[in-house]
């Protein structure tokens, strides 16, 4: 993911919908739109819906609901009022059986009239609160993307959806950390204070510098990693249930939603 | 309902549901295990269960979740292992297309293989807090229910979930409203702050005298009254939407948790 500080860097929400609803805009949507909340998409029939939703309300740290659409309706009535999720978002994946099987821009031809969308918080707003607080984010210092791990840490499972959390990791000093987690407090919808921070064998993360997900970055001496839990989350136990069909947004192509960041405090 | 300072008024919450079980304890919980977590009690089958939790997800100040069961599994597993939701309740009752129609103290042979048990965060747990800071309860003082109101407050409607806000009302001086919203922000899963204060007409209250469900209770001079979300709402909301089967707790028979009050913080 490259980060975008382009003319959309101020855009409003529905602008940029707007660009990607008609295919101009197909890309990352970090750094755009800034202060508007953006979502990460999961799309499930109905069939499965109530085992995500149960799992995403076990789980609320990595899955953080910001709206949930009734079954067959593609608008997002809470947080954008006339979007729609078939269009709206620069780029999606399409899953079959756990595989992915295409990258397109709109999903127009599959949606379903059962189909239910989850848009979960991401970490983008506590991101923004964190750097207009000085705090560094290093990956964004060196203009690449946020590196994520698997953990050791079991989600609470609900039906068919189970698996590791996924959290993703920014180096700081302690006193840094201590004000990120009372920055971050304020955003339960957004994933909230970090889960762990120090020793990542703690949570069964063998190697910092090889992430998962994501690309490395270095912690200067005197900084610990701090670690949140990470909204790819549900992608991951949704990808590992392998249902039938599942539709996301594909890493870093957001839904951005009317809201903005301090509505979710 | 009448309060219940009695021997049981330290049991731990097995304690408790282990007379529940044994048939032994048929009353009111208020005053009862205390410090322990209370709940609402909502079993639907699985067929209305996802419409529920959405209803449940959109409107979480009237409906915050503490716990919610798998499908015909009555161990509600995360906040209290080894429970049985068939038993464990002092009293229960039974609606059939919105009609009540039984309040028995089990549901052993009523129970279904789909039936799902939802848990609601009850005002007691911050009420608890508020006692502790020094704060006035009018229905503690007066041994009495707490009154509560319909409201012109729309719940966000999910599938066949729809229906009016249902509030809760403590008589306080304006300060002490001050205090008690400061206190209560850190229970957002027990209905967290207050949603009005001062002028009950302004969320279509027609007389402040005559609550709808509980007990009128006096405001004093320099009083105004402070109104909170309720647990009634979702009740209310189940009952206007008649499902074939519901089973709830008889109001004021709770379930008691093994959480204690700062889990919910």
Redesign the interface.
């Known amino acids: 993911m490259t980060h975008n500080f382009s003319e959309l860097h101020d855009a409003t929400a529905r602008e940029l919908r707007d660009r990607a609803r008609g295919g101009a805009f197909t890309g990352v949507t970090c750094g755009i739109a800034m202060g508007h909340v953006q979502a990460n998409l999961v799309i499930l029939p109905?069939a499965e819906?109530?085992d995500f939703?149960?799992f995403c309300?076990?789980n609320p740290k990595p899955c953080p609901?910001v709206d949930?659409t009734?079954?067959g309706n593609p608008e997002p009535k809470?947080c954008a009022p006339g979007a729609d999720l078939r269009t709206d978002l620069p780029r999606y994946r399409v899953y079959r059986h756990g595989e992915l099987v295409d990258e397109p821009t709109d999903i127009v031809t599959l949606w379903q009239p059962d189909w239910v969308a989850f848009l979960v918080g991401c970490s983008f707003t506590f991101e923004n609160a964190l750097l207009q607080a000085g705090l560094p984010l290093r990956h964004i210092e060196l203009g690449c993307n946020v590196p994520m791990y698997r953990t050791n840490i079991a989600c609470?499972p609900?039906?068919m959806f189970h698996g590791p959390m996924v959290v993703s990791m920014r180096p700081m000093t302690p006193a840094q950390a201590i004000r990120a987690t009372h920055i971050c407090s304020r955003f339960?919808r957004a994933h909230g204070t970090p889960i762990h921070l120090g020793d990542p064998s703690a949570i069964g993360i063998r190697d910092i510098a090889r992430p998962d997900f994501g690309d490395a970055v270095p912690i200067a001496p005197g900084e610990i990693p701090v670690f949140w839990a990470c909204g790819v989350t549900p992608q991951a136990v949704v990808m590992q249930a392998k249902p039938a069909i599942c539709v996301t947004h594909k890493p870093g192509h957001m839904f951005v939603t009317d809201w903005k960041d301090v509505d979710l405090e």
Chains 1, 2 share one sequence.
Do not use: S
């Open positions: 109905k819906a109530f939703l149960l309300q076990r609901l949930v009734d079954a809470r609470e609900a039906g339960a």
